[in-house]
């Protein structure tokens, strides 16, 4: 079986993997790039490397299965390149000096169906999307309410600079 990981583009820090050409249509090359432009520029990261996979609802509702038990579609999923130690909740994860991130994979299907039934822009959801799943392979996660309130307030932060709206205020009203 063919890695879907073994055929990436490279240009700048995201090599990418479009199994679904709908991506193309909407610039995922682009807002992935700008979301890990903004994540790396948030970490203090000089130089790293994340991979990207645009695909669609059976393709992740397959990793899903095979990565987490989970037999259904999702809107991203990503793969840290290292495991990071335990910390305190609610504690800002260390990052050691790593070029490599990790692996993402994002679905169009449910991205789209998320943004339609929130009123957001597509760009805006998806790029959302990313940089949460940038800082799950930075070590950041939503386990327990201290670390989902660690990690949103790194999103908020992150997204504000990219001239995105809080994405949690919007669900809330």
Not at 25 to 37: F, T
Not at 75 to 85: C, G, K, T
Not at 127 to 139: E, N, P, S, W
Request: net charge negative; with cysteine.
């Amino acid at each position: 079986m063919r890695d879907p990981f073994e055929d990436e583009e490279t240009g700048g820090i995201v090599d990418l993997v479009i199994e679904d050409e709908r991506w193309e249509d909407v610039d995922l090359p682009g807002m992935s790039e700008r979301a890990a432009r903004a994540v790396g520029d948030w970490l203090g990261l000089s130089e790293f490397q994340v991979v990207v996979m645009g695909c669609d609802d059976q393709r992740i509702a397959g990793l899903n299965a095979e990565f987490r038990d989970k037999p259904k579609p999702t809107n991203v999923l990503s793969w840290p390149a290292i495991e990071f130690d335990a910390r305190a909740p609610g504690a800002v994860p260390h990052l050691p000096e790593i070029e490599e991130l990790g692996d993402i994979a994002i679905s169009f299907d449910t991205c789209w169906r998320e943004a339609e039934a929130q009123g957001k822009p597509f760009a805006d959801h998806a790029t959302h999307l990313l940089v949460h799943a940038m800082l799950h392979l930075a070590g950041y996660d939503h386990i327990d309410d201290q670390d989902a309130e660690t990690m949103e307030d790194a999103e908020r932060s992150i997204l504000g600079k990219l001239g995105i709206s809080d994405p949690y205020l919007e669900l809330e009203t």
